[in-house]
T-cell receptor
């Protein structure tokens, strides 16, 4: 069965520093996609970044990058130059390629300190 | 382009009452999904519509939950009768095609059952 594990319930980072949010996953399917979503206090889920299982390079979107280590089944999110507005809940998620059911981790709450 | 909208944003009801949540997907999106996050747990898939047809409702917790999508546009999720354990945040998402990697999430409805 598919599973996403986020072992950090809460993280603190100083403004302007980089932070890594951990995510490991488990699946027997060779084709899948990995996602990170941000949920600020307002509640909406914001898509941040996507990594396909066959992608050779790590995905990057602005200050977000995904450190994809397929053999270790990890998909850590790296946020560079943290901003106060990055304070939010972050969810790692996975979906089979071509599938529709997204599996989520428990989330990591990030606090950015001024 | 308007995003996924959900109504109400917050609902407080007593145990035994009925509540209906509404989701309006992005215009033109045939696929609509319901997820929920019970306090402190992962976001869980509930069901998936393609137009007005239910493709997968394996995540629906029990028969107190009824989802409909008449006409293939907006969807409703009714909980009747509500129980304390139904409290949580209910998210709706939509996508243009089920094979695509991006599901656009709404802001969620926070349901509190007292």
């Amino acid at each position: 069965a598919q599973k996403i594990t986020q072992t950090q319930p809460g993280m603190f980072v100083q403004e302007k520093e980089a932070v890594t949010l951990d995510c490991t996953y488990d699946t027997s399917d060779p084709s899948y996609g990995l996602f990170w979503y941000k949920q600020p206090s307002s509640g909406e889920m914001i898509f941040l970044i996507y990594q396909g299982s066959y992608d050779q390079q790590n995905a990057t979107e602005g200050r977000y990058s995904l450190n994809f280590q397929k053999a270790r089944k990890s998909a850590n999110l790296v946020i560079s130059a943290s901003q106060l507005g990055d304070s939010a809940m972050y969810f790692c998620a996975m979906r089979e390629y071509g599938g529709f059911k997204t599996i989520f981790g428990a989330g990591t709450r990030l606090f950015v300190k001024a | 382009e308007a995003g996924v909208t959900q109504f109400p944003s917050h609902s407080v009801i007593e145990k035994g009452q009925t509540v209906t949540l509404r989701c309006d997907p992005i215009s033109g999106h045939d696929n609509l999904y319901w997820y929920r996050r019970v306090m402190g747990k992962e976001i869980k898939f509930l069901l998936h519509f393609v137009k007005e047809s239910k493709q997968d409702e394996s995540g629906m917790p029990n028969n107190r939950f009824l989802a409909e999508r008449t006409g293939g546009t907006y969807s409703t999720l009714k909980v009747q009768p509500a129980e304390l354990e139904d409290s949580g945040v209910y998210f709706c998402a939509s996508s243009q095609d089920s094979g695509g990697y991006e599901q656009y999430f709404g802001p969620g409805t926070r349901l509190t059952v007292t």
